[in-house]
């Protein structure tokens, strides 16, 4: 298999254990796992390796991110004291085989996602199916927090469903319970992050981007997609399209 | 040494991955778009060369691009699937335990029916009788409406069969498991679900492979035990539509190399 693309897997680092609900056998060094390696037959390893992937390409399917306790309890199992060579070589066959990229997003509770490795493409349409009406549906919530300037207030973002005639209390003929598609799948899918605004009564809520929005897509392209709705050119926003620019 | 996969490669998985299966003609556009977004060499002959440069590279993981006939209209379909232990509790570590169950039983129905169909009511039916947790029938219907998102069945007016991918993903697992009962296509040689059986000898055919087979015949007769074949044959007003040469010649060569089907 090519050597390229040989750098480790973003996100491993194994001396971050601190507050671990699942001990990783007290985080063993290189040389340990090594040693460990030895003791395991490379047929029993690489076979944790693939089940690991394909345990991965199931999760990322349906875009629920990936808890690092769950991959030692349905995953790695009794394979402990070699969990960092095996996640760093599945790591690498995703990177090398479909161009995947595990990334952790939540360093404190070891969350994981894949995304694309490849540059997006031009009308690119990975789904047909209600999936991208979802999608649809949540770009134009990121377009709306990012116009706002990156933070927009839950009535704010109702408001303007509204009048996009989505409405939270209603039945929609594609999305279905859109309450629960914006509060809760696009939240658990970390699209959107939903945040308690403290001192509130009613309480009221802060909307913005959750990490798998900023590796999924970019200001520059919500941005574009702005402009193409309005027929209008990106730099009219100047603060926005500055702030795109510098954001990679 | 296998060939070294490009972006293409890749970027034609992951597409393939997120549609679950594709038609022949859809993933024929995708190998032309893959390699033209990435500059590497394209042959608009050459998908199955393409798609064994990524089957060598996934061939360690126990998975496969694998070709597959869809058994409603015949035409050629890829899906990615898992090799190392393709049984249902494997389908995807996504469903609970008693969702899996439901399947099974649905499956059961499909494959000891007659035609490979099962209605919604008798599988409704057995929502009550889960083992491992109750389901009431609301529920049940929500869980198949997701089997059928999911492409693990696929529904026309209340009547579940298994989806293409289902099937080529499980053949197999079929095969074996329901050694007595599964049968197979008596000119293709896969498994047959949605089949027609002889009368007289009781070997199956899929629908596709009568409609081919009994074309050029005036009467058609079972390629087993050469009796008349009593079933009707499906979609002939179709066929009589298409140009009858070019027909003519597929169908020599689709009885010459059975295993092409």
Known sequence: ?248 | MAAQMTDAHRRFLQVLMSHGIMEGSEARKLHRRCCEIHKVYYAHDKLDDFISTINSHLQPLFMQIRKGMSEGDGRAHYALVNLAETEITKMASDYTENELELFRKAMDLIILSENGFASSTEILNLADQLKTKKMKKKEAEQVLKVFVEDKWLSERNGEYTLHTRCIIEMEQYILSNYQDVARKCNICHSLAIQSQVCESCGIAMHLPCVRKYFRAQTEPRCPQCNDFWSCDIPGTSRMDSQSPSKTGRAEKSFILSPRRC
């Open chain 1, 1 to 248: 298999m090519s050597q390229r693309k040989r750098s480790k897997v973003s996100g491993f680092s194994q001396g971050d254990d601190g507050d671990e609900d699942f001990n990783v056998s007290q985080t063993p060094t290189h040389s340990q796992v090594q040693r460990n390696l030895e003791r395991r037959s490379q047929d029993q390893v690489n076979q944790k390796v693939s089940e690991l992937v394909q345990f991965l390409l199931v999760k990322d399917q349906k875009k629920i991110p990936i808890k690092r306790a769950d991959i030692l309890k349905k995953v790695i199992r009794e394979y402990r004291d070699v969990y960092s060579e095996i996640i760093n070589r599945a790591g690498r066959t995703l990177q090398e085989v479909f161009g995947l990229q595990l990334v952790e997003i939540d360093t404190r509770h070891h969350i994981y996602i894949l995304t694309s490795n490849l540059p997006r493409a031009e009308g690119e349409n990975l789904r047909r199916d209600n999936q991208t009406a979802k999608l649809g549906l949540l770009i134009i919530i990121l377009s709306f927090i990012f116009m706002r300037g990156n933070s927009a207030k839950d009535g704010a973002v109702w408001e303007f469903l509204r009048r996009l005639r989505v409405q939270p209390g209603e039945r929609h003929e594609v999305f279905g319970d859109v309450k629960k598609l914006v509060t809760e799948e696009f939240v658990r899918q970390k699209y959107l992050e939903i945040t308690p605004i403290p001192l509130t009564d009613p309480p009221e809520f802060k909307y913005q981007w959750g990490p798998r929005a900023a590796k999924e897509t970019s200001k520059k392209d919500v941005l574009r997609f702005v402009a193409k709705i309005q027929g209008k050119d990106p730099t009219f926003w100047t603060s926005q399209y500055t702030e795109a620019e510098a954001t990679p």
